[in-house]
């Protein structure tokens, strides 16, 4: 059984900082197609950043309300990724998700795989 760990939310004030991770546990061969979702107070879960393999690049791709403030980034030997999160405003305010669109386990290919959600809040 795959699981995916997030921490990192929390409360912060507008223009500071926050950086979330997202941990695949398990016996995992490799990992493809990650990325952060968020979704707001009564809005739709939208995509936040996808980070592509090393092996297609490692290409990276942002909504365009976070280009220039978030980084999305891997560490493929700890199956984590992580969002930095900066010049944070009221309106990233969300939950935010990590997805794993692939993960090659000792038990088989999963896909689309998702965490538990962690809250972020930015308030004054």
């Known amino acids: 059984q795959v699981q995916l760990v997030e921490s990192g939310g929390g409360l912060v004030q507008p223009g500071g900082s926050l950086r979330l991770s997202c941990t695949a546990s398990?016996?995992?061969?490799?990992?493809?197609?990650l990325g952060w979702y968020r979704q707001g107070p009564g809005k739709q879960r939208e995509l936040v950043a996808t980070?592509?393999?090393?092996?297609?690049?490692?290409?990276?791709n942002y909504a365009d309300s976070v280009k220039g403030r978030f980084t999305v980034s891997r560490d493929n030997a700890k199956n984590t990724v992580y969002l930095q999160m900066n010049s944070l405003k009221p309106e990233d305010t969300a939950v935010y998700f990590c997805?794993?669109?692939?993960?090659?386990?000792?038990?088989?290919?999963?896909?689309?795989?998702w965490g538990q959600g962690t809250q972020v809040i930015v308030s004054s």
């Open positions: 997805n794993y669109q692939t993960i090659v386990t000792d038990r088989g290919t999963f896909y689309d795989y």
């Open positions: 398990g016996r995992i061969f490799s990992i493809d197609g």
């Open positions: 980070i592509a393999t090393i092996t297609r690049g490692g290409s990276t």
